[in-house]
């Protein structure tokens, strides 16, 4: 190599490695997005010498209320651990609609609780489509896609939302009525070639609820007609048989394997018996979001180096999981327990721990625990996923 070869390439190695420096040298100076900030930056809400808490009541919030209607939320403002996943519970009165919006920085997952909702979704290419909701069905937008949330029918509805994107805020959404109400005139009658007082008595500022009649019963034909987009948005969750049936407890579960769309989103509803418990497990590539939609759970959280934490969510609050901490759910109310749970992959993946007992030899246990191999002998042969309240005793 020549000297000025030579010369050009320490030169540049020196540069590498100062901006090297720079980006490893704060972890504040990464943002999310960046795959340091999840990789190789020691997150500093999460290398304290205690665990932080995370839970949030999240019905119990302030949010935004209007009437009968309401969006309350859970970022990492009420929320700091939640860097992965946003969520929202949002509440609609008869006859009033989320209004036509998107979402610049987040895909929607979102689950149906109570009540019926009409969605409509438009795509790049002008792709739409339109769905009426029930309790137990879900859907998926991807991030930027256009939408609007109808209230069906004469009860109000309420869904819970989530979002693949901890820093995204709900109130942050890009709504036509704000968009529209703040563009000149002259550019709006341009736009649409009509004349300027076609827009004297728009909205000036954000409608964000917008109340109107009730919606007719079959959904009224889209101005440019029908245009089918290749993947639904619609997936009826609770109305397929349950992905595991154990003695304690039931797991709903969808990702993209069987809704295509859900590229960014996995999304489940845990069914609980009175004691039982969803095992000790982790899951190696997703943040876990849960929402308490029945009864009491103990959520436990082990984050490596002695530190351990347990809160006890009610009907309502939120708990999050980064991703590949251990942890379990156990019902410790007086009845079932029922848990939505949102992972922010399109894939899903976990490991339990008495299935990593089970996948080694006795004698490699009993070297890790200074046990004899005998104990081991004794441990289930298999993953046992749900736990019973009828287990061994002590």
């Known amino acids: 190599m020549s000297d000025i070869r030579r010369r050009d390439f320490i030169a540049g190695a020196a540069s590498l490695a100062a901006a090297a420096a720079v980006t ?22 999460l290398s304290g010498d205690d665990l932080p808490t995370f839970k949030f009541a999240l019905e119990k919030s302030e949010g935004r209320v209007s009437g009968l209607s309401f969006a309350k939320e859970a970022t990492v403002r009420q929320l700091p651990i ?11 009165a008869p006859g009033v609609m989320r209004e036509l919006h998107w979402h610049a920085t987040a895909a929607e997952w979102a689950f149906v609780q109570d009540g019926r909702v009409r969605t409509t979704v ?38 819970i939302l989530m979002f693949d994107n901890g820093y995204f805020s709900e109130f942050g959404t890009f709504s036509i009525t704000d968009w529209i109400g ?74 993209s394997t069987l809704f295509p769309i859900s590229t ?23 943040d876990e979001w849960q929402y308490v939609l029945q009864g009491q759970a103990s959520v436990t959280l082990f984050g490596s180096g002695g530190r351990y934490r347990a809160e006890k969510l009610e009907q309502g609050d939120v708990g999050y999981i ?23 992959s399109g894939i899903y993946e976990e490991i339990d721990l008495s299935e990593w007992i089970a996948s080694n030899p006795p004698d490699v246990l009993a070297t890790n625990f200074g046990q004899p191999a005998a104990v081991f002998e004794k441990f289930p042969r298999k993953d046992v996923f749900i736990a019973p309240n009828d287990g061994p005793s002590k």
């Open 264 to 286: 960014t989103f996995t999304g489940a509803v845990l069914e609980l018996d009175r004691g039982a418990m969803r095992e000790l497990h982790w899951h190696p590539t997703a």
């Open 82 to 92: 939640s860097k992965g996943i946003a969520g929202v519970a949002m509440g609609l």
């Open 182 to 255: 703040h563009v000149p005139k002259p550019l709006l009658a341009k736009n649409f070639g009509l004349p300027e007082s076609t827009f004297d008595g728009f909205p000036k500022k954000e409608v964000y609820f917008a109340k109107g009649a009730l919606p007719p019963a079959k959904p009224a034909t889209p101005g440019q007609g029908w245009k089918l987009p290749p993947l639904t948005h619609k997936y009826r969750l609770l109305a397929n048989p349950p992905r595991v049936n154990n003695k304690g407890g039931r797991l709903w579960l969808v990702d």
């Open 122 to 159: 438009t795509g790049p290419g002008g792709y739409e489509e339109t769905n009426d909701f029930e309790p137990g069905d879900v859907w998926y937008f991807p991030r930027g896609h256009a939408h609007v949330l109808e209230c069906l029918g004469d009860q109000p509805c309420h869904f």
């Open 322 to 344: 980064p991703q590949g901490y251990g942890h379990s759910i156990e019902n410790v109310g007086s009845g079932t327990c029922r848990v939505l749970i949102g992972f922010n």
């Open 24 to 45: 490893l040298g704060s972890p504040r100076e990464v943002g999310a997005g960046d795959a340091s900030f999840m990789n190789n930056v020691p997150d500093p809400i």
